[in-house]
């Protein structure tokens, strides 16, 4: 009995770093996208979002009465997003961290798209929390 005692701990350890694994990989809101794109530029780029646009637009899917508009009721391709995003006031960025943006806003919308009620409930990518 006894000795089994440490193999029983051991199990019940790896049960649980399992378990918290599984709960930090399904808690991403964009694992929708897991298959598609990397999970890491989006978060980056939900990231760079809130720090060079968010004080002007939010991404939403609904009229939020931004400066710049509600992203989120675009739909673009990223060409386009890109061409917008390059001439927006923002701080000298690479073009590797607008792009991260431009997919990240891109993605957005086309799940803003998809939704039956597209347009009438916050999105859970929302930037507002994000930036306030
Ligand atoms: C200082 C404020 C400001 C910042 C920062 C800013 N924008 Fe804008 N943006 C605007 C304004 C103002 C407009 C024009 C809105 C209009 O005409 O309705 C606009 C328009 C746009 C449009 C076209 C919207 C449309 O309805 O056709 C896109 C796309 C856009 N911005 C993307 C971005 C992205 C991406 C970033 C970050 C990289 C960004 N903007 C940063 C103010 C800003």
Do not use: W
Not at 17 to 23: F, P, R
Not at 71 to 86: E, I, N
């Amino acid at each position: 009995m006894g000795r089994c005692r440490g193999g029983q701990l051991a199990i019940a350890g790896l049960a649980v770093v399992a378990l918290l694994s599984l709960i930090s990989a399904c808690s991403s809101s964009v694992r929708t996208h897991a298959t598609t794109l990397a999970v890491a530029q989006l978060v980056e780029g939900r990231r760079l979002f809130a720090g060079a646009c968010g004080a002007c637009h939010t991404l939403t899917g609904h009229d939020t009465h931004a400066n710049g508009g509600d992203l989120g009721l675009l739909q673009m391709t990223q060409a386009q997003m890109l061409s917008f995003a390059r001439i927006m006031p923002i701080p000298k960025m690479s073009s590797d961290k607008l792009r991260n943006i431009v997919r990240y806003v891109v993605s957005v919308e086309a799940d803003d798209a998809k939704r039956p009620s597209a347009g009438a409930t916050t999105s859970p990518y929302g930037a507002r929390k994000a930036t306030r």
